[in-house]
């Protein structure tokens, strides 16, 4: 029988997809991280990544915008659709995929800059230099990301001077500020406090109206509380890809159970 885990109430129904992977593989070299993984990942919606560590959860989340390209002697094969484009195009630019695929990492990585500079970085880069439009930008981002009361009377602070927790949700305003249309997360609470890691799972949930999420996470009572539908890895493989609340509850595969009870990971 398995253990009891607390798990949102799932719709029925699956939205369009904002990614569709067809049989991709990657290896690092002679070693193989990935094995013809095939999912469909649903707009507007939180899709988390389980499994043990070195399964290839982190792996499968930067090839979906293409940061695993960064790394020497990565090969791979089959295809990765974004909104029905072929991430590895030629035709779409990396720089173009990674403003509409955003990315929040494990370890808050604010820039040495002011609170403000840090939101403001993206549309500067993209061109945007009127001030007034920057600054509805950085308060829209920081409204967004739940740390404008926070944070609207110290912009001009260092960010380094921010906890922990605001370090991520500034991140995550950074993210937001040029307008993704995924907001890819590695597991974005796992150096955080209890209270900062509730605070982000709130702005998760929050976030999804606007925005597709898909987060790693090693925390399964999180992936049970936030997502809508979850994958469990293992080995480089997708064991198990279903509705959160029926993965958890009623797991088709005997490894996802197992692993679901502790029994390994």
């Not at 791979?76 to 955003?102: A, C, H, P, Q, W």
């Not at 990315?103 to 500067?124: D, H, L, R, T, W």
């Not at 950085?138 to 605001?166: C, I, P, Y």
Request: glycine share 6%.
């Amino acid at each position: 029988m398995l253990e009891s885990v607390a798990v949102k109430k799932q719709p029925k129904t699956v939205s369009k997809s904002v990614y569709k992977i067809n049989d991709f593989n990657l290896w690092y070299g002679n070693d193989q991280a990935l094995n013809e993984i095939n999912l469909d990942i649903p707009a507007n919606k939180v899709t988390a990544i389980i499994g043990p560590s070195g399964c290839g959860k982190s792996t499968f989340i930067k090839a979906l915008n293409r940061m695993v390209e960064l790394i020497p002697s990565v090969k791979m094969t089959g295809s990765i659709m974004n909104d029905e484009r072929d991430i590895f195009s030629s035709k779409y630019k990396v720089e173009e995929l990674r403003t509409n695929v955003g990315m929040v990492f494990q370890k808050p990585n604010p820039f040495p800059k002011s609170i403000y500079e840090n939101v403001a970085y993206g549309p500067k880069t993209h061109g945007i230099k009127k001030k007034k439009v920057l600054d509805e930008i950085v308060e829209k981002s920081l409204k967004d990301a739940a740390l404008w009361d926070e944070v609207k009377d110290r912009l001009q602070e260092n960010a380094f001077g921010l906890s922990g927790g605001q370090q991520q949700r500034l991140c995550i305003a950074r993210c937001l500020a040029i307008e993704p249309e995924v907001i890819l997360m590695d597991e974005p609470t796992s150096a955080l406090d209890p209270i900062s890691t509730a605070k982000v799972e709130e702005l998760v949930q929050t976030l999804k109206e606007k925005y597709s999420i898909i987060i790693v996470t090693h925390n399964m009572q999180q992936a049970a509380r936030i997502s809508d539908r979850t994958a469990f890895f293992l080995n480089g493989e997708v064991i198990e890809y279903r509705e959160t609340g029926e993965l958890f509850s009623n797991p088709s595969d005997k490894r996802t159970e197992d692993y679901i009870t502790g029994r390994f990971g």
